[in-house]
């Protein structure tokens, strides 16, 4: 394990969250899949883009409609 991977293991689950969203340039599909998936709707909920995961619901087949 790299010190890096060390160190985001270390983090708390927030920290991470904000780690993968600020670094996602740089890293590849699966890299951000290995780390985002217990984290997932942390790191979109600070995208805070909400179209975002409608888009890819859609595009999947499902009906998304916003309740407000």
Do not use: C, H, P, W
Request: hydrophobic share 40%; no cysteine.
């Amino acid at each position: 394990m790299s010190k890096i991977e060390e160190a985001f293991r270390g983090l708390g689950r927030t920290e991470k969250a904000k780690f993968i969203s600020q670094n996602i340039d740089y890293a590849n599909a699966d890299a951000v899949a290995k780390y985002t998936s217990a984290y997932l709707f942390d790191v979109l909920n600070d995208i805070n883009d909400d179209e975002y995961v409608a888009t890819y619901l859609r595009e999947k087949g499902y009906k998304v409609m916003k309740v407000e």
